[in-house]
């Protein structure tokens, strides 16, 4: 296993941070740690990457134990964290040029690797780092991760704060990195992220929720239905939520996410809907995204 998190806790004065965190990451996959903001992820992954000591439990790296051993970590790790914290006043190429110098290697001896991600920023190399685009300081700050080819790269919430066009090209860039056979295990506040990763492990208030396929997700046993309106569906709402057949309803965009109690129950609630006098109501089966499992997880957690 590339990497073995074994009942971690974490606290800060009154704040517990990770309760009883227990999970495997296989060699060569692409893992994801879905969550709000707040949630722990941050904190676990400086755990992982040995910049954190945790209160009990443990997390060993390749075989590598993250607080005894953190030495041996950090020479088979590439972290990326969440903030920019490459030197502002040194070039595109001196950034680069100093990790690598770091890790004892060249930026020739591992050009293969990051070529695809460098060529983007190339033309720019003698700019000050501090002067790039965000977009531009992410695919530097991936080029030092990865210029001493670690066995496994951690990124956290790498995306943030990046337009959409850059998210999806950093993403397909992740695979073709994973295509190299390094462990990629990434944070994100964005579920459609989600459905990129092999695996994801699903994480609120400091505790693993679920860890699941996400190409599983639409094999839960919850029907799903969605219900959408030309004049909007908030005053839908409560409506909603107060027929005994609803299990829960939350609104997602311009329409509503509800989960029934059964099959079943979508014929009394169909029938219903009829009588509101909207005919432009559009009732319909869907299959359950990353977000609407989380929001379900979170009101089994209540």
């Not at 590439?78 to 004892?104: H, K």
Request: charged share 25%; with cysteine; hydrophobic share 40%.
């Amino acid at each position: 296993m590339a990497l073995i998190v074994n009942h971690i806790d974490k606290s800060f004065k009154l704040t517990r941070a990770l309760n009883q965190v227990n999970f495997e990451v296989k060699d060569g996959e692409l893992f994801g740690l879905i969550g709000p903001d707040g949630a722990g992820k941050s904190t676990l992954f400086r755990i992982i990457v040995s910049l954190l000591i945790p209160d009990s439990g443990s997390c060993r790296v390749n075989g590598f134990d993250v607080v005894s051993q953190y030495r041996d970590v950090r020479k088979i790790i590439g972290y990326m964290p969440g903030r920019f914290s490459l030197y502002m006043d040194l070039s595109v190429e001196e950034n680069l040029a100093f990790y690598a110098r770091v890790f004892g290697t060249t930026v020739k001896a591992n050009y293969d690797l990051i070529r695809d991600v460098y060529q983007q920023i190339e033309p720019f190399k003698k700019r000050l780092a501090g002067r790039l685009s965000g977009g531009m300081k992410q695919k530097l700050a991936l080029s030092c991760a990865l210029i001493h080819r670690p066995d496994v790269l951690i990124l956290d919430e790498p995306t943030t704060g990046v337009d959409a066009v850059s998210r999806r090209e950093f993403w397909d860039m992740l695979k073709r990195i994973q295509g190299e056979g390094i462990t990629i295990i990434v944070s994100t506040p964005y579920m459609d992220e989600a459905e990129m990763c092999d695996r994801v492990a699903l994480i609120q208030k400091g505790t693993i929720l679920d860890i699941t396929n996400p190409s599983e997700m639409g094999e839960d046993d919850v029907p799903l239905y969605a219900l959408r309106s030309d004049r909007g569906v908030y005053a839908h709402l409560d409506k909603i939520r107060q027929m005994e057949e609803c299990r829960s309803a939350w609104l997602f965009g311009d329409e509503l996410h509800v989960t029934l109690h059964s099959a079943v129950d979508a014929t009394a609630v169909s029938s219903a809907i009829d009588g509101w006098n909207d005919p432009s109501i559009r009732w319909t089966s869907i299959t359950p995204s990353i977000e609407d499992r989380f929001m379900e997880l979170m009101k089994e957690e209540k």
